[in-house]
Structures are given as C-alpha cells and as structure tokens.
C-alpha cells in the first residue's frame, strides 16, 4: 500500500487518531502520550525550521532515549530533514567524519549525551532549551519518486577501510517496512515494544517504526539500564512488554546471569533476534523456556536495506540438527534478490553464493561518497533476472530446495589457509555445539602474505570445567585437520562493541597486541 504522504505527516495522523495512548514508557515508570509526543515534536521541528533547516538538510542528534530524542527525531521527519543518531562514547576523529561527511546543520542533545563544543565545530543545541513553537510544518513532498528519493535517516556503518559510511534510506522504504512489521508481527495499539538496542544501531530502525508508526508502545532503555541484567529484565516486564528485540548476545548474556526464568515476561508473544549469529545450543535454551508461550523469530537484514529482509519462526524442527545457526528462511515481501557466485553469475540453488537484494527496499547509497556507493549498490549483471539496481551485502548464503536461505558466512571472514577456503563462522558454530560453550568467535591471524593461523576464543561464563585441550579433542571429532584452531582461549564472556555484538577486533587486538 503506498503512503502520498511524509514518515512524519504519517505520525501526526496517528497520533490525532489515539491522542491518550502511551507513546513511550520511560524509566522513571510514567508513559508520555501520542499527542504530547507529536506536540513535543512540532515545538522542535518549529525550532529548526526557524534556522533555516529545510527537506534534505542533516541534523545530528545525540540522545540517550529521551522522550525529547524522540520527538527530534520526528521533528526531522516532519521537515524533511534526515536525521542521524550518533554515538556519543566514540572517539572524536570518527565523530568529525561523520558530522563532516552527514554536513549535519546542527547537532541536538538531550542532558544526558557526553557531547560538548569542545569535541565538535557543529553548533549543538540543547534539547531542553526548546520552547514551544508555533509553527505546524508542512511537508510537501508528497509524490512517490520524491519519497522514494528523500532519506528520512542516515544510518553509519563501519567500513572496510576504517571509515564509517552514512547508509541513507528514504521515506518510502520505511513506510513499507512498518506496513511490512504491522503485518508480520501482528503489530498493535496494546503492544508495547522493547527499545535496547542502541539508536545509532540500526536494530533501533525497528524499534523506533513499528512501534510508533503503528501505534504501539515503545519502552525506551537507556543505555546505563541495558548494562544491568537483573533490572533490565525488571523493566522490560514492568512495561509490561509484548514484544522484544535484540541482537543475540544480550539474551545469551541473560540467559548466563539466570535472569530468565519461566515467569520472565509473562506478556511477552515475541521474542526478536537478529544481527549475527544465534548458535543452537544457546537458542535451544531460549526456546525450551518460552518456545510454548511465545514465537521466537530470527530475522536478518543489512543496514543498507531498511534494517530487516528475512524473517523466520523458530520451531522444534530447527534443533533436529543441534549444530550451527538457524536459518534465515524467506526474504520478505518487498525484496527481490540474485545469488551471485565468484564471476558474478547465478549459483546453483543449493550452492553457495553473495546474497545480492533488489527491489524498492534497496536504500539510497551512502551520503556523500560517491565510490563507495559505486562498489555496493550495482546495476545486477546483464542478462539476470531480476535486473535492476542491487546492494552487494557482503553475505554468503545458500538456499534450500524449499526456498529458504541459510547463511554460510561473510566474505570478508573467508579465508584460504593451508590451500582450503574456510570460512571462519563454520569453527564458531561447531565451537558452539560443544558442552560447556557459550558462545564462539573465531578470528585468523597472518603470519605472512601466504601463511597464518586460526585461533579460537570460547566463553564459558563461570564454569571451570571446560579446558581448551577437552575442546580441541571435541573439535577434532567434528572438523578436518586443516579448520582445527591453532589454539583455544577461554574467556568469562567474549567482548561486545557497541551494538552488542562480538567485537572481533578486540579479540584480534588481544591476540596479536595490535588493532587492525
């Protein structure tokens, strides 16, 4: 269904239909209506509008879950205006690329951000400091090709040079993603939705659309809370949450603290994960303990592309194998897709290949660079079907005789060691299948241009049962010489970045005392 109308005209519309409904749930307990969400909104967006901010100028926000980050955000939408969700914790040499490359006009903070003029040159704008306004914006960019041209938000991303890149995704990609989550997850005006992910993470695009774009309830957890186990998961239920979503490693971290039990969350009907890997042996757990009472869903999807593409039901038939990780199942509905192997040609079903997307989910490029949008968004080779302009995502994948795609693993983690292609999330994922494991993350350390060794880091939580030469022996019974981990580290917990995900190059670091 197409929507001839702004992300944030949509919101006002909403918002007048349930203006009494709890937009946010905060912290402190009390809830922040639609209406005064949208009135909020406006107060900033006329703010900006006075200085001059218009359709297509960026504006940096730095918030940490505030009901005022929020309404910035919306404020944005309403003019036009990309916004950008920063990091505040990130050193200053990446934050001045991403404010050069944005050219943000402003930065917006809330009382609680780390960012100060003397990190920046951007003019930063308090939050708190905005009155109300007077002004009622009116957008006019109302035709589809113009929708579909303007980026509601810029999403930065690392790159493979070390240099974030700013993904930008347009007005008409999110509105069929929150028609697309609406209709998957039975999205509703008595759901409440889980926002643990970090805003400058793009598991937040979820968080943030299909529960404010649909008229649910977002409980906003800020980062010091998402830290603290036992109280998140107090939060969450207070909130009396229904829907959940985060990358993997937090339910494993919460699993390993006991802080899941069977009266967790007794509301909860969703249980969302995506973003890397969730091996088997963990989410079997996960599954024993709410499988019977709520749907557990692995969805994947990269930023470049509207955040989710795939999105599968966990059921008991995935565990028939305990080994590896489940599989991504079907891309959604505003997806097309080609497999392409080695000479950019279509693999075989069943064989192993790049997962190219296609369609009008495809995001816009990256802002302002030019070659890196030239080497990940193609125009798919002559003579494929589908044709058109797709997003490299860097993803090895295969697809089954039924149409479901499993993930093999990514192009930059495969490796050719001793002759052989690896690729390394196969040692994880037979790593994490083994008694006593929690989590796996294996990494490849260079010797020389031609030689190098494999290492392993396993975290076993408490237990001292587990010893590297057990799982070793272990892996020898599972894996061909040539794949066997030169060593085996054990740690409490593997390090996280900050989105939650294993940090590889901090594991690199501590193996060869130097960050790549």
């Given at each position: 269904m197409?929507?001839?109308?702004?992300?944030?005209r949509?919101?006002t519309?909403?918002?007048?239909?349930?203006?009494?409904?709890?937009?946010?749930?905060?912290?402190s307990?009390?809830?922040?209506?639609?209406?005064?969400?949208?009135?909020?909104?406006?107060?900033?967006?006329?703010?900006?509008?006075?200085?001059?901010?218009?359709?297509?100028?960026?504006?940096?926000?730095?918030h940490?879950?505030?009901?005022d980050?929020?309404?910035?955000?919306?404020?944005?939408?309403?003019?036009?205006?990309?916004?950008?969700?920063?990091d505040?914790?990130?050193?200053?040499?990446?934050?001045?690329?991403?404010?050069?490359?944005?050219?943000?006009?402003?930065?917006?903070?809330?009382?609680?951000?780390?960012?100060?003029?003397?990190?920046?040159?951007?003019p930063i704008?308090?939050?708190?400091?905005?009155?109300?306004?007077?002004?009622?914006?009116?957008?006019q960019?109302?035709?589809?090709?113009?929708?579909?041209?303007?980026?509601?938000?810029?999403?930065?991303?690392?790159?493979?040079t070390?240099?974030?890149?700013?993904?930008?995704?347009?007005?008409?990609?999110?509105h069929?993603?929150?028609?697309?989550?609406?209709?998957?997850?039975?999205?509703?005006?008595?759901?409440?939705?889980?926002?643990?992910?970090?805003?400058?993470?793009?598991?937040?695009?979820?968080?943030?659309?299909a529960?404010?774009f649909?008229?649910?309830g977002?409980?906003?957890?800020?980062r010091?809370?998402?830290?603290?186990?036992?109280?998140?998961?107090?939060?969450?239920?207070?909130?009396?949450?229904?829907?959940?979503?985060?990358?993997?490693?937090?339910?494993?971290?919460?699993?390993?603290?006991?802080?899941?039990?069977?009266?967790?969350?007794?509301?909860?009907?969703?249980?969302?994960?995506?973003?890397e890997?969730?091996?088997?042996?963990?989410?079997?757990?996960?599954?024993?303990?709410?499988?019977?009472?709520?749907r557990?869903?692995?969805?994947?999807?990269?930023?470049?592309?509207?955040?989710i593409?795939s999105?599968?039901?966990?059921?008991?038939?995935?565990?028939?194998?305990?080994?590896?990780?489940?599989?991504?199942?079907?891309?959604?509905?505003?997806?097309?897709?080609?497999?392409?192997?080695?000479?950019?040609?279509?693999?075989?079903?069943?064989?192993?290949?790049?997962?190219?997307?296609?369609?009008?989910?495809?995001?816009?490029?990256?802002?302002?660079?030019?070659?890196?949008?030239?080497l990940?968004?193609?125009?798919?080779?002559?003579?494929?079907?589908?044709?058109g302009?797709?997003?490299?995502?860097?993803?090895l994948?295969?697809?089954?005789?039924?149409?479901?795609?499993?993930?093999?693993?990514?192009?930059?983690?495969?490796?050719?060691?001793?002759?052989?292609?690896?690729?390394?999330?196969?040692?994880?994922?037979?790593l994490?299948?083994?008694?006593?494991?929690?989590?796996?993350?294996?990494?490849?350390?260079?010797?020389?241009?031609t030689?190098?060794?494999i290492?392993?880091f396993?975290?076993?939580?408490?237990?001292t049962?587990?010893s590297?030469?057990?799982?070793?022996e272990q892996?020898?019974?599972?894996?061909?010489?040539?794949?066997?981990?030169?060593?085996?580290?054990?740690?409490?917990?593997?390090?996280?970045?900050?989105?939650?995900?294993v940090d590889?190059?901090?594991?690199?670091?501590s193996?060869?005392?130097?960050a790549?």
């Amino acid at each position: 269904m197409g929507h001839p109308c702004s992300l944030g005209r949509r919101f006002t519309a909403l918002a007048s239909s349930i203006p009494s409904l709890p937009a946010l749930h905060l912290p402190s307990g009390t809830t922040v209506s639609y209406a005064d969400l949208d009135r909020r909104s406006d107060d900033i967006a006329s703010f900006l509008h006075r200085k001059g901010v218009g359709p297509g100028d960026v504006i940096a926000l730095a918030h940490n879950k505030s009901a005022d980050g929020y309404a910035a955000m919306l404020a944005g939408l309403k003019l036009g205006a990309p916004y950008v969700n920063l990091d505040d914790q990130i050193p200053a040499e990446r934050m001045a690329h991403i404010l050069n490359s944005a050219r943000a006009r402003f930065i917006l903070r809330d009382d609680d951000s780390l960012i100060s003029k003397a990190t920046v040159s951007t003019p930063i704008v308090s939050l708190a400091d905005i009155s109300p306004g007077d002004y009622r914006p009116e957008f006019q960019f109302l035709t589809p090709e113009e929708l579909s041209k303007l980026p509601a938000y810029l999403m930065f991303t690392s790159g493979s040079t070390g240099v974030p890149k700013g993904a930008m995704i347009s007005h008409a990609s999110v509105h069929r993603f929150v028609d697309w989550a609406r209709d998957e997850f039975e999205i509703g005006h008595a759901d409440v939705i889980t926002n643990v992910n970090p805003m400058y993470f793009d598991n937040s695009v979820f968080d943030f659309y299909a529960a404010l774009f649909n008229g649910a309830g977002l409980v906003a957890l800020p980062r010091e809370l998402v830290k603290q186990p036992g109280p998140l998961v107090k939060a969450v239920q207070s909130a009396g949450a229904t829907i959940w979503f985060s990358v993997p490693s937090l339910l494993i971290y919460l699993q390993s603290m006991r802080q899941l039990g069977p009266g967790t969350w007794p509301v909860m009907r969703r249980i969302i994960f995506g973003g890397e890997g969730f091996p088997k042996s963990e989410l079997k757990r996960l599954f024993d303990l709410f499988g019977h009472r709520c749907r557990l869903v692995n969805v994947y999807g990269p930023t470049e592309c509207t955040c989710i593409c795939s999105a599968d039901m966990i059921s008991a038939g995935d565990f028939a194998s305990p080994e590896g990780l489940p599989k991504l199942g079907k891309l959604t509905r505003d997806f097309e897709f080609l497999v392409l192997g080695d000479a950019d040609e279509p693999v075989a079903r069943g064989a192993a290949g790049e997962l190219c997307l296609l369609g009008g989910q495809v995001g816009l490029g990256y802002i302002n660079d030019p070659e890196r949008t030239e080497l990940a968004f193609q125009q798919s080779p002559e003579g494929c079907t589908p044709s058109g302009r797709m997003y490299r995502t860097g993803d090895l994948v295969r697809q089954d005789e039924q149409g479901d795609f499993w993930f093999v693993g990514r192009k930059d983690n495969q490796i050719k060691h001793q002759g052989y292609r690896i690729e390394l999330e196969e040692i994880d994922a037979a790593l994490a299948a083994l008694p006593g494991v929690i989590q796996a993350a294996t990494i490849y350390v260079k010797a020389s241009a031609t030689s190098g060794r494999i290492v392993a880091f396993v975290a076993t939580g408490a237990s001292t049962s587990v010893s590297s030469q057990a799982l070793g022996e272990q892996l020898e019974q599972k894996l061909p010489a040539y794949m066997l981990p030169a060593s085996i580290q054990l740690l409490p917990q593997l390090p996280k970045n900050a989105n939650g995900k294993v940090d590889r190059k901090a594991l690199r670091a501590s193996s060869t005392g130097m960050a790549e």
